[in-house]
């Protein structure tokens, strides 16, 4: 075939050696001509791929039992790639292997990562069988909604009835969107207790007395103290400011005033917000506020340099003293409590089944071994055991960070109740977890979920605005009475009122599900 | 007759198509294949149904840009930037090839390398090295300023300055890739053609306008068409790193790109994205084709296609 | 090119405007390298100083601490870099070249075909459906090569250098009986040396930069490119501190675990560092022109 058409070719090459512009011409509208032809056959080929491809393809090949042996991947974030993962995985597999024959594919992402893989991988519909999610980060509540992941309830009691046992019902209930289970949540700290943060030093030489601070206002005299007493140390260290609903008594799962018998949803400017800005403007003002608070990007970076007196901590864990003075150049730090702790949910960390998984039983099952299994639990978190960490007393370990696995996300991984802890936790870190997830006061409207799905260019655009104005605002760097109306108006032009109409609409249409009290507006 | 034009035509063509063929197959394979998936911008997209399967809903994943208090805004901004951009770049580019095209072999080989550094850096990289000239408290241009006796300046506060900084840092770093390809396509230019303007008795200048200038015309209008094709797409890590993504700059710094991530970011929604892509495709290739079509009137030969 | 004899005024300015020039890249960039050897605490409590208070080369400790894992990755980029650019070389040229003949009849259909893929794609989803299901290449070295081997960019610029070749001496050539691949080969790939010695080292430096698809598409640690291995820590740093709903997620962050600043800059001098060294080696093509009357005689 080669041979015939360089012939005609070369016998075409003499006869054109002086191209008359007629034929020119003529063979330019063939050309078009014979495009056209190319281009409805080239359409009908692409078609025809691009169908083969991304065509749905609905295949169950469901085979519950462990007599045949099944291979499971596991999307999860970590901080960095750790050498050792294929040891640790082998590990893993030895454990599982012997009590559900089924070996795991860990895969972690690192955390940059993740949201764009796992949406990609998620959309491409790729083989996945158990995949993190959250309400912060591969958002559980969109992800489902789009088809992500597989419901459990039909089979949690059946193949992990252990971990059905093992969570608190209210950890279940923030897994749960429309009725059906999505989410397993790992067990965390699942509560909140907003706090101000004050180094020691400070706290000793101005007569601070930590337990007397009520509300955010009573540090200004302390602050104002050490901007007199001490060159070169910010009274107060921020990056995006203090405001909390619940700061100033209102629910922090819907923005409704906590004694409000109306359940009015609120919109995103309050007057307790405006209070709150003009307040750190005028500690900005006074100096109070490091001035390059807007322009920072690290939360950390408010407080890392030790030359921060005090500063604002919306989680207030347990433990959280070891921390900051581990990152803050090694001065001990004091925790003041603003609120007493108030349960935000068990969404923050959870494991769900993908819809694409051939074996979502088997899938269970390992999830179970995960949040039961201390053994296999330690492994993931810390990795083997004389390798990467070494037991010291009690349940106290030495890891070391060096050794090629070390992940210190014991929150992504089942039940942190299993953990060994690393030397200079408090050592009853877990009986206090334990303690304030189960005293944390519940919202009044825990289970509500909302569904953005309508107002979806609404969200979008309020939230490029708030991105816009609100970390210059809470951070006290420019004025409130002249920006907080033009943030405002911003915000309703972007759709803010639309956005709480629809809250609303969906808060009454719960709030009657519930028989609960309707809304007196309500039609 | 008419068959015969048709092997005619084809006799004459069959060697270089087969030269284009592999090219060809790739752009077929990588390109326009997996381009039928762009139809997720009309669809509401759940993954269980697939692509194909998904239900049709029109134009309303577009509609969040539109509606957007800040689609002027952003528009103007990606606008302006692209055809300052554009003509600094090409300008500047220009002149630096000419003028590296009079000078000796050793300082062209220093300058050169010099010049391309910047290239291989990625934004965030070069975003700290703004910050170490703009940074409030530690920056060098700061300390200038007060060693000077004037006023600290908050850099990252103050919209009105981004316009000429973006454009400064964009320049430093786009310099040395524009300048070598210009400087190579003045490299291919037929010595010959220098050598007749000589004789001639041509002096330096006029041998580059009427020698060099002409004969890169070609490749500047291409490249001028193809940023053109471009004009609604920013360059999203000049945008966002080096502006350090302050609201308070957005007014001056916020392009098409950074309001998308920042409205999308977290919502991860496959369908909008691609809507704003589609529509940023679409406004390019009109603004293309209306542009090739200019040049073509002009003169034929500089055209795209 | 103009014979330069004796002394010049435009000359000096000349040397002058690039001295500006030059020192303007250098000097950022020499911070780039100080900054990589300074201490941590100096650079929190002092900023960024031209000669810094207290030298230290922690920053690289973090990256040697597994050579291993290090120069494997340089292997896999070098690997992935050297056989994706000559095979994109061949493809952007071949394919420019036939656009750049006016007399080809599918001249400007073509050049649209390749252009409008430029403009219009198909997004990231079916990208990577196309890979994985349909060319099958997930955690294979060709998972970073393909999607890079042809951009529509550089096929138009080539287009561009090689129109300027004057028509006459390809015709003279197939007057002679010359085929086209011979044309191609023994005329117009000489003739574009500097044309593909510049594609070409563009063409390598994204191959260089990848990552993207790394990271879609690798899951093999020992796939993993020297990008993909240094830019994730560094990305997870940006992304993380530009959302600010991460640090009311009830989840702690150690950021400890992410590169100190004079990391970040180490990161930079190990990742653009060999390109630097591999441009020489393309100038050698950018300094003489070659004549067209060299080639034919």
């Known amino acids: 075939m080669a041979a015939g058409q360089d012939g005609s070719s070369a016998q075409a090459r003499k006869r054109g050696a002086g191209v008359h512009p007629l034929i020119a011409a003529g063979a330019a509208k063939l050309g078009r001509v014979l495009l056209a032809v190319l281009g409805l056959a080239a359409a009908a080929v692409i078609g025809g791929c691009s169908s083969a491809l991304f065509g749905s393809d609905l295949e169950e090949a469901a085979q519950p039992g462990t007599d045949n042996p099944v291979e499971l991947i596991w999307y999860y974030p970590e901080y960095e790639a750790n050498a050792d993962l294929g040891l640790v995985n082998e590990e893993v597999n030895r454990i599982v292997k012997a009590k559900i024959n089924a070996t795991v594919r860990l895969k972690p992402i690192d955390f940059g990562s993740y949201e764009q893989k796992m949406n990609t991988l998620a959309a491409s519909n790729a083989p996945a069988d158990v995949i993190w999610t959250s309400n912060w980060l591969f958002s559980w509540t969109d992800n489902a909604k789009r088809g992500v992941f597989r419901p459990v309830q039909d089979l949690l009691p059946e193949f992990a009835p252990r971990l059905l046992a093992s969570l608190p019902e209210r950890f279940w209930d923030d897994g749960r969107l429309g009725g059906d289970q999505y989410g397993i949540p790992n067990y965390q700290i699942a509560a909140m207790r907003p706090s101000l943060v004050v180094q020691k030093r400070f706290a000793d030489k101005y007569g601070l007395d930590a337990g007397s601070i009520r509300r955010i206002e009573d540090i200004e005299p302390f602050l104002k103290r050490v901007k007199e007493g001490e060159s070169g140390i910010v009274p107060f260290g921020t990056t995006r400011g203090f405001y909390m609903n619940m700061l100033y008594g209102i629910d922090w799962r819907v923005p409704v005033y906590l004694d409000d018998p109306s359940h009015t949803v609120l919109p995103d400017v309050t007057p307790e917000m405006k209070r709150n800005f003009e307040l750190v403007r005028s500690w900005y003002v006074k100096g109070y506020v490091n001035e390059d608070s807007a322009t920072l990007r690290e939360a950390s970076d408010a407080y890392s340099k030790g030359n921060a007196a005090a500063w604002f901590d919306p989680t207030g864990k347990p433990g959280s003293e070891a921390e900051f003075k581990a990152m803050d150049g090694g001065y001990d730090v004091l925790l003041a409590p603003l609120t007493s702790p ?30 039961t299994d201390k053994e296999l639990y330690n492994l993931l978190v810390y990795g083997i055991e004389g390798k990467h960490y070494v037991r010291t007393t009690g349940s106290f370990i030495r890891i070391d960070p060096e050794a090629g696995y070390y992940t210190n996300t014991d929150w992504v991984f089942g039940d942190i109740r299993n953990e060994y802890l690393p030397e200079g936790s408090p050592a009853d870190k877990l009986e206090q977890t334990v303690r304030i997830n189960e005293e944390a006061r519940l919202s009044f409207y825990n289970g509500f979920v909302f569904d953005g799905d309508s107002v979806k260019a609404e969200l979008a655009n309020v939230r490029a605005v708030n991105e816009e104005y609100y970390g210059s605002l809470a951070t006290g760097s420019v004025d409130p009475e002249e920006y907080l109306p033009i943030y405002e108006e911003q915000l309703k032009k972007a759709g803010s009122d639309t956005i709480a109409a629809e809250k609303q609409r969906q808060l009454n249409e719960w709030l009657a599900s519930k028989g609960l009290k309707r809304h007196p507006n309500a039609p | ?121 990625s934004w965030v990289v070069v975003s700290y090295i703004t910050m170490a000239f703009l940074d409030h408290q530690n920056g060098f241009l700061n300390g200038w300023l007060t060693a000077l006796g004037f006023e600290k300046v908050q850099w990252y506060f103050d919209a009105h300055v981004w316009p000429y900084i973006l454009n400064v840092v964009h320049l430093w770093k786009s310099i040395g890739f524009s300048a070598l390809v210009y400087f190579a396509g003045i490299l291919g230019i037929d010595a010959e053609l220098y050598e007749a303007a000589r004789i001639d008795g041509a002096r330096r200048w006029q041998m580059i306008r009427n020698v060099t200038i002409p004969q890169l015309t070609p490749l500047i209008v291409i490249l001028l068409i193809l940023s053109v094709g471009n004009m609604f797409r920013g ?71 | 090119m103009p014979a330069r004899k004796g002394f010049r005024w435009s000359t000096l300015f000349i040397h002058l405007f690039f001295a500006c020039l030059t020192l303007s890249m250098l000097v950022p960039l020499a911070l780039i390298i100080v900054v990589s050897l300074t201490d941590e605490q100096s650079i929190l409590h002092h900023g960024f100083r031209v000669i810094p208070d207290k030298f230290s080369t922690t920053a690289y400790h973090y990256f040697l601490k597994t050579p291993d894992t290090l120069l494997r990755a340089y292997g896999v980029t070098i690997l992935v870099s050297v056989i994706g650019t000559i095979l994109s070389l061949i493809l952007t040229s071949t394919m420019g070249y036939t656009l750049s003949r006016r007399d080809y009849g599918l001249n400007r259909a073509t050049s649209f075909y390749v252009f409008f893929t430029m403009l219009f794609n198909g997004g990231l989803v079916p990208f990577y459906i196309l890979m994985t299901r349909g060319l099958q290449v997930k955690d294979t070295l060709w998972a970073m090569i393909i999607p890079g081997l042809l951009s529509p960019f550089y096929v138009l610029i080539m287009k561009g250098f090689m129109s300027k070749i004057p028509y006459e001496i390809i015709e003279s050539a197939k007057a002679e009986g010359a085929r086209e691949w011979r044309i191609y080969a023994q005329l117009i790939l000489p003739l574009s040396k500097p044309a593909l010695a510049t594609l070409g080292l563009f063409i390598m430096f994204n191959f260089w930069n990848e990552w993207f698809n790394a990271l879609l598409f690798i899951d093999n640690q020992k796939l993993v490119p020297l990008q993909l291995l240094l830019v994730r820590t560094m990305n997870s740093l940006d992304f993380i501190t530009s959302r600010p709903e991460f640090s009311a997620a009830m989840v702690s962050f150690d950021m400890s675990k992410f590169p100190s600043t004079s990391a970040k800059f180490a990161i930079a001098i190990l990742s653009a560092g060999p390109m630097l060294l591999v441009f020489p080696f393309f100038q050698r093509f950018f300094v003489k022109g070659l004549t067209v009357g060299a080639i034919k005689g």
């Open chain 2, 1 to 121: 007759m008419r068959r015969n034009k048709v092997a005619r035509f084809i006799g004459k063509n069959i060697e270089l198509f087969t030269f284009s063929l592999p090219a060809v197959i790739y752009i077929f394979v990588m390109a326009y294949v997996p381009m039928f998936g762009a139809v997720i911008a009309f669809k509401n997209y759940e993954y269980d149904k697939g692509i194909l399967g998904s239900d049709w809903v029109g134009f309303k994943n577009f509609e969040f840009l539109f509606e957007s208090e800040n689609a002027f805004r952003i528009t103007r901004n990606t606008i302006l930037y692209n055809i300052s951009y554009m003509l600094m770049t090409t300008l500047f580019a220009l002149l630096v090839a000419i003028l590296l095209h009079e000078i000796s072999k050793k300082w062209l080989k220093l300058y050169q390398t010099a010049m391309i550094l910047p290239f291989f850096l």
């Open chain 1, 342 to 371: 108030y349960y935000t949910g068990a969404a923050s960390s959870m494991n769900a089944i993908s819809r694409t998984s051939k074996n979502p039983e088997r899938a269970l099952m390992f999830l179970e071994l995960v949040h």
């Open chain 2, 235 to 305: 360059d999203f890590g000049l945008h966002y790193f080096i502006p350090n993504n302050n609201g308070m700059t957005y007014s001056t710094t916020d392009i098409i790109d950074t309001y998308i991530y920042r409205a999308l970011s977290t919502i991860g929604d496959v369908s909008m994205a691609s809507a704003v892509g589609l529509y940023q495709s679409f406004v390019g290739f009109v603004l293309v084709v209306a542009a090739n079509f200019t040049v073509r009137r002009i003169n034929e030969e500089n055209s795209l296609f």
